[in-house]
């Protein structure tokens, strides 16, 4: 097959690649990565020495392609799953928001979640801190942005599911076991809960589910007792 993905079902990154790849209904490899295993991580590292997923192997193209964001534009540029937008200003916005939802969201509540597997003595509480404080500065923005939008399939950048949504999924869905949503934020949770329906992520989660218990926060996702 044309396409492998280097990829963990748990993984946040991984679940934005595979929604790409899903709303696109592109056929590929799915390769999971056992970083426990020294062979599996030696074979990620062979494509992508820094050793992280999801990484993207086209061997038709002969190209190696990692992070998340790149592999959908890439996807976008050579197997036409459209999620950047055609229009110039929506196209910027799309990628505004998913900068946002990656660097001030995303990767946050990875900086809780990983303190969290951290030795004793070994922990960053204020960091932690730090980061919590800024998922619901964000979350107060995705709330205000989604409050200004109307209409039961409004997504990140109007009526389209694009680059930014794909990104909110994940980012989402974890952080609220992570840093839990205020009651106030209506408009938020009712954006969650649109990300959660989307039939692409419907998939990535039901295949993550297995991997749930190994989520390392007390609160565990759960598809059968989702709230928010």
Not at 85 to 113: E, I, N
Not at 141 to 152: L, P, V, W
Request: charged share 20%; net charge neutral; proline share 6%.
């Amino acid at each position: 097959m044309s396409l492998k993905l280097y990829y963990h079902p748990l993984s946040s990154f991984c679940h934005k690649a595979l929604i790409a790849l899903y709303e696109g209904g592109i056929s590929f490899e799915p390769i999971l990565v056992d970083l426990s295993s020294e062979a599996s991580a030696a074979a990620l590292r062979a494509l992508w020495p820094v050793g992280k997923f999801p990484v993207l192997r086209d061997e038709t193209r002969g190209h190696t392609v990692a992070e998340a964001t790149v592999i959908i534009e890439y996807l976008d540029t050579h197997y036409g799953t459209k999620l950047l937008p055609a229009g110039a200003d929506q196209a910027w916005q799309a990628r505004l928001w998913d900068r946002f939802y990656d660097l001030h969201l995303h990767t946050q509540m990875q900086k809780v979640v990983g303190d969290n597997l951290r030795p004793a003595d070994a922990k960053d509480p204020f960091g932690v801190e730090q980061a919590r404080t800024l998922m619901k500065t964000c979350y107060a923005m995705i709330e205000r942005d989604m409050a200004g939008k109307t209409g039961a399939n409004t997504w990140a950048i109007g009526n389209t599911f694009s680059l930014a949504d794909c990104a909110a999924a994940p980012a989402l869905f974890y952080s609220h076991y992570t840093v839990p949503f205020d009651p106030s934020h209506g408009h938020l949770r009712a954006y969650r809960e649109r990300l959660l329906a989307r039939p692409s992520y419907v998939r990535a989660l039901k295949e993550a589910e297995p991997y749930f218990k190994y989520f390392p926060m007390d609160a565990k996702p759960s598809l059968a007792k989702e709230t928010v």
